[in-house]
């Protein structure tokens, strides 16, 4: 990168950096150990609830989910599943492509602040855009799990993809 002679940075020189795998990479089968998780905090919960209006007090109000028999507030499920799917993006569909939708989304147990959630998705079809031709169509099963293990939501996820001759 070079800067101007004003000191402001050259945008224009910066080189693009490729990410993500293109639609010819993704073969049905296939399956993909997202990296590293991302344990849920109290302020991620809370943020997001209230961000949205989501005034469940099984969210927000500890004594409330006790009372329902949970050791703790219970994480706002949209929540899980923006983690579950934001740890794929990486693998799946960074290089490129509109989302298309989520289809199938299970809630399997409870997550509680401080657990740690994981993601792993296969892949489960492909095929390429009738209207868009530099695109394909991927479809994947993903599972996110806590740290004990445990499978805590279930989601197919759809996604145009960028073919390589188009990156």
């Known amino acids: ?7 402001t940075p050259d945008f224009q020189g910066f080189e693009l950096a490729r990410k993500g795998h293109a639609f010819e990479a993704f073969e049905v089968g296939r399956r993909y150990v997202h990296h590293w998780g991302r344990t849920i905090t109290e302020a991620d919960n ?3 609830s209230t961000g949205l209006c989501f005034w469940n007090p099984m969210q927000l109000n500890v004594e409330y989910a006790r009372a329902h028999g949970h050791p703790g507030v219970v ?6 599943c923006c983690i579950a799917v934001g740890l794929s993006v990486e693998d799946l569909s960074e ?4 989302f298309v939708g989520i289809d199938d989304c299970s809630f399997l147990r409870p997550v509680y602040v401080g657990d740690t959630i994981t993601s792993v998705s296969t892949v489960t079809s492909t095929r390429a855009s009738g209207s868009r031709p530099d695109f394909g169509i991927v479809g994947w099963a993903t599972e996110a ?3 004990h293990g445990d499978t805590v939501l279930t989601l197919r996820r759809t996604n145009l993809v960028i073919r390589e001759a188009a990156r």
């Not at 990168?1 to 000191?7: L, V």
């Not at 290089?95 to 509109?98: L, S």
């Open 145 to 147: 799990s806590n740290q």
């Open 75 to 80: 994480v706002n499920p949209m929540l899980v």
């Open 95 to 98: 290089a490129g492509g509109m």
């Open 46 to 48: 809370v943020m997001f």
């Open 1 to 7: 990168m070079t800067g101007q002679t004003d000191g």
